[in-house]
Structures are given as structure tokens and as C-alpha cells.
């Protein structure tokens, strides 16, 4: 607490307004001090007070209240977990290996902000959705229509959904980063990768994603890459040192990725990759 002694001394300030500078202050954390101790003193009022909600109402002495707030709880964890589909839907699917692989194509090409973000995250989507649709029709035949017959309690509903998903993501994940998080984990040595849980199973698969994202993107840069050394040293030949050689590289390697019809060759390689 700042005290009055604690206040800095400065010779040019009149000592009347010091002294009106240090009462007010004083006021002010005697009246947070009188705030909380109120507060406390009326703890079991609230405790034993009535929540009104529109469509709910609380009392903390009902025997049912447990129940009701359970309830609410469930509403509360639903909608986190749809305010977290973003990141599901990039870390649980092939949504990863592909920007990733666009982005590299983008800075081998060297054309800077083409495509731009907005058309490779797109394409990445409407990629994903693709590749995902077999393991998408699963959760719907498997799980969503008998819980909308009301067949399913919703455990047993998020249990199904979740296994497709998990089957794809270990399908696509190396052994070696599975055995590497469940190391990690210091968890036992599981009979099979299906009895792992899902916080083993997503971190390795987002690694195993990464790593052939990587992959893919450095054979995307070795045609460029020669393609650019070749242009360098026929710059340096002809005694064009201040030219810079990307200018010159570009041209040629939007052509040359528009000849052997890249796009189709890349797009069909990612999809065949999840295959």
C-alpha cells in the first residue's frame, strides 16, 4: 500500500498540496478496504441467494441445484468446444500437410503475395473437405444419425464420432512419433496404437504432418532452386552482376510450373498422399 511516507519529496510542490494529495489517497484505499470487507460480510447472503436467469433460476439450497448447474455446465463446455473447431479442424485433418505445402510453392515460386493467404486457406478447406469426406460420411452413418434417433447417449455419441477421426489421424502418423509422446508421456506401453488416447495421438500426428509437409516442400524447391543457379550464372557471364537474378527467374519459373500444369500435378499428389 502506498502510504503518505512513501510519497517522493519534491521541494517545488507546496506542502498544502502534498498533504491534500496524501488525504485523498488515504480515502481512496479506505474505501477499497471498506468495499471488500463488506463483500465478505455479505458472503452468506449470496451463498443463499436465488440466481434468476431468463429460462433458469438457481437457489443454492435446492437439492436440485447440482443437477440444474450440471446442466448449464454441459451448455458451457458445448459451446467451448465449438469456439475450438478452428483448431480441430487444423490439427485433426489434412488441413496442415496442404497450406503448408502451399505456402512452400508460394515462396519457391517467389512471387511474394500471390496467391494470396485468403486463396490458399480456401483451397486448403475445400481440399480438406474432400480428402475428409470419406471419414465426414462415417461420423454421420456411424454416429449422428442413430443420436438424432435418440439411440446414442451423447457419450457414446462423441466416443463414435471421434473414432474415425482417429483411425484417419493414426493412419498418417510414423510409429516413431507415436512412440516418441508416448515416451513422453511415461505412459505404459499400450497392446496397439488404438487403445492410445487422442492427447498422444494429436500431438504425433500434427509432428508426422509437419514432417511431410517438409518433405514435399523440398521437392518443390529443387527444380526453382536450379532453375535460379542457371540463371545466376548466365548473369554473371554476360557481366549483368547488378541485375538481380530473381527477376529474371520468375518469369521463367511461372512458366515453367504452367507447362508441366503444376497445379493439377501438386493437387493430385497431396490428395493421393492420404490414400
Not at 42 to 58: K, S, W
Not at 69 to 97: D, E, H, K, N
Not at 122 to 147: C, D, K
Not at 159 to 187: C, H, N, W
Amino acid at each position: 500500500m502506498m502510504t503518505c511516507s512513501r510519497l517522493p519529496y519534491r521541494p517545488d510542490i507546496h506542502p498544502r498540496s502534498i498533504a491534500l494529495q496524501c488525504s485523498r489517497r488515504l480515502f481512496l484505499w479506505g474505501a477499497l478496504l471498506a468495499f471488500i470487507a463488506v463483500i465478505f460480510l455479505q458472503a452468506h447472503e449470496v451463498l443463499a441467494a436465488e440466481i434468476n436467469l431468463p429460462g433458469l433460476r438457481f437457489h443454492f439450497d435446492d437439492p436440485e441445484s447440482p443437477r440444474q448447474i450440471s446442466g448449464v455446465l454441459q451448455i458451457v463446455f458445448l459451446l467451448t468446444i465449438m469456439s475450438l473447431a478452428p483448431a480441430v479442424l487444423v490439427l485433426m485433418t489434412s488441413f496442415t500437410r496442404i497450406a503448408v505445402v502451399l505456402a512452400f510453392l508460394r515462396q519457391a515460386l517467389g512471387t511474394q503475395g500471390a496467391p494470396p493467404n485468403q486463396v490458399i486457406i480456401g483451397l486448403s478447406l475445400f481440399l480438406t473437405l474432400f480428402i475428409m469426406q470419406p471419414v465426414w460420411n462415417r461420423i454421420h452413418q456411424e454416429a449422428l444419425v442413430p443420436y438424432q434417433k435418440h439411440e446414442l447417449s451423447g457419450e457414446e455419441f462423441v466416443k463414435r464420432g471421434l473414432q474415425p477421426i482417429k483411425e484417419f489421424m493414426l493412419k498418417q502418423t510414423r510409429k516413431p512419433d507415436l512412440a516418441f509422446f508416448v515416451s513422453l508421456a511415461q505412459q505404459e506401453k499400450p497392446q496397439n496404437a488404438e487403445s492410445l488416447p487422442l492427447t498422444t495421438v494429436i500431438p504425433a500426428f500434427v509432428i508426422s504432418e509437419l514432417k511431410t509437409a517438409f518433405q514435399i516442400g523440398f521437392l518443390l524447391y529443387l527444380p526453382f532452386i536450379i532453375l535460379d543457379m542457371v540463371v545466376s550464372s548466365i548473369l554473371l557471364s554476360m557481366g549483368m552482376m547488378m541485375l538481380p537474378p530473381v527477376m529474371i527467374s520468375m518469369p521463367f519459373k511461372l512458366m515453367l510450373f504452367v507447362l508441366v500444369d503444376g497445379w493439377s500435378l501438386l493437387v493430385a499428389s497431396l490428395v493421393k498422399s492420404f490414400r
